[in-house]
Nanobody, 139 residues
Framework: QVQLVESGGGSVQAGGSLRLSCVASGYIHSGACMGWFRQAPGMEREGVGYIYTGGNNAYYADSVKGRFTISQDNAKNTLYLQLNSLKPEDTAMYYC????????????????????????????????WGQGTRVTVSS
């Protein structure tokens, strides 16, 4: 069983910055897709970005590209989301999520973790979700 715990949310003024953390406990044997999502009141949950635990490149939604940065420290089982140049429309509950790769997938010649993670992120298909951390941006 994997548990995800987010932290780092808070209230900031527009233009400010925050760094969110997501600590994962439990064992993922085959690597995982790690995603960040957010949900504003009365709105659907939307993807912010994602990264594959075995890679270095992150993918971002257009609405946050150039302002948000995803990073990871696998030794600490921690995923980060750096939020810069925050806008009032970034106000939301932010969630991290984890979807383990299929068992043995990294040994399949045809398997592309990047494509798998993109699909999972677009479809919001993640097995494990954190409880969320709230970000409020005032104008």
């Amino acid at each position: 069983q994997v548990q995800l715990v987010e932290s780092g949310g808070g209230s900031v003024q527009a233009g400010g910055s925050l760094r969110l953390s997501c600590v994962a406990s439990g064992y993922i044997h085959s690597g995982a897709c790690m995603g960040w999502f957010r949900q504003a009141p009365g709105m659907e949950r939307e993807g912010v970005g994602y990264i594959y635990t075995g890679g270095n490149n992150a993918y971002y939604a257009d609405s946050v590209k150039g302002r948000f940065t995803i990073s990871q420290d696998n030794a600490k089982n921690t995923l980060y989301l750096q939020l810069n140049s925050l806008k009032p429309e970034d106000t939301a509950m932010y969630y991290c999520a984890a979807e383990p790769l299929p068992a043995g997938a990294t040994g399949w010649s045809w398997f592309d973790p990047g494509t798998f993670c993109l699909t999972q992120w677009r479809e919001r298909v993640y097995t494990y979700w954190g409880q969320g951390t709230r970000v409020t941006v005032s104008s």
